[in-house]
């Protein structure tokens, strides 16, 4: 049974790319939530969808992020223009809505 | 908001000592509390998690109790083994059928733990 998968696993980039992560939540789960995890700031949460739709995305840092749930399985998380405050460690996660939350082996963003 | 205060921050421990980590949530509407321990350069992973129908759960040397009445709930680790470093989350929700928290988490800020040998 697979889990989250989360791509690509790394990902280097200059300041002012676009830059995609993308997550394929484990089959059947119906919630799905974006964080975001640095040593200062600690684990955030960004955004979450419920049945692809997009719940709370209070903590997006700025506009500079967008994410989408085109269907059950895939969505992404889209920063532009990138910018080094940006490089983190980005975890996808779903879960059944009142179930357990199972979280992505995460994105290494480093912006340069 | 759900607020998730966790302390301490750092623990230090020898290898076989007992390690106890707290956590305490603002809603009192909160229904779900899980564990969470990250390895170093790996994913967040759901150790033990507890309802709040009950008050105590164990699984092998891992156990979380909860006391709602105090919003606080502790995460008690037994002969403690050097794989048992890691950063542990606590993290309260409300899972409620029909709700609209969605299965939402709102996390503690983490304990570092050191098991030293």
């Known amino acids: 049974d697979a889990g989250v998968i989360q791509s690509p696993r790394h990902e280097v980039t200059e300041m002012g790319q676009e830059v995609t992560l993308r997550c394929k939540p484990i089959?059947?789960?119906?919630?799905l939530f974006w964080y975001r995890q640095t040593m200062m700031r600690g684990l955030e949460l960004l955004i979450y969808?419920?049945?692809?739709?997009?719940?709370?995305d209070s903590g997006m840092p700025e506009d500079r992020f967008s994410a989408k749930m085109p269907n059950a399985s895939f969505s992404t998380l889209k920063i532009q223009p990138s910018e080094p405050r940006d490089s983190a460690v980005y975890f996808c996660a779903s879960s059944l809505a009142v179930g357990r939350q199972y979280f992505g082996p995460g994105t290494r963003l480093t912006v340069t | 908001g759900e607020n998730v205060e966790q302390h301490p921050s750092t623990l230090s421990v020898q290898e076989g000592d007992s390690a106890v980590i707290k956590c305490t949530y603002s809603?009192?509407?909160?229904?779900?509390f899980p564990w969470y321990k990250q390895e170093l350069g790996k994913r967040p992973q759901l150790i033990i998690d507890i309802r709040s129908n009950v008050g105590e759960k164990k699984d092998q040397r891992i156990a979380v109790t909860l006391n709602k009445t105090a919003k606080h709930f502790s995460l008690h680790i037994t002969e403690t083994q050097p794989e048992d470093s890691a950063v542990y989350f606590c993290a309260a929700s409300i899972l409620t059928a029909g709700g609209t928290s969605y299965g939402k988490l709102t996390f503690g800020q983490g304990t570092i733990l050191t098991v030293h040998p």
């Open positions: 809603d009192s509407a909160s229904n779900y």
């Open positions: 969808f419920n049945n692809n739709v997009p719940i709370d």
């Open positions: 089959s059947g789960h119906n919630s």
